[in-house]
């Protein structure tokens, strides 16, 4: 098992229960089965998902909020991470206010 905290996301990779799979999960909740045995590989996948989601604004239209670095972001009323001070982006809450 690996864990460890990446740009604020507490990350961890350990065996599933079927032979050749590992289960990732960041800020506790679980992202992916991956069908591998090479741990730091799937560290490396999460490290680099993490780094491209850092790339935008935080769009709860995208990712949901356990791939946000705690403090970083607040939640809407529907539960969708939204940047602090911000309106929220997902499709549903747009489409509510009339602009999606």
Known sequence: MITETYKGRKLRVKKGREWG?????????????????????????????????????????RWPAEWYAPGTYQLCPEGHPVAIGGRCRHSYCLAREGEG
Not at 24 to 40: F, L, P
């Open 21 to 61: 799979t590992l289960v990732a999960t960041v800020n506790g909740y679980h992202v992916t089965t991956a069908i591998s045995r090479d741990e730091q590989a799937v560290i490396g996948q999460l490290r680099a998902q993490i780094d491209l989601i850092d790339q935008e604004p935080v769009n709860g239209d």
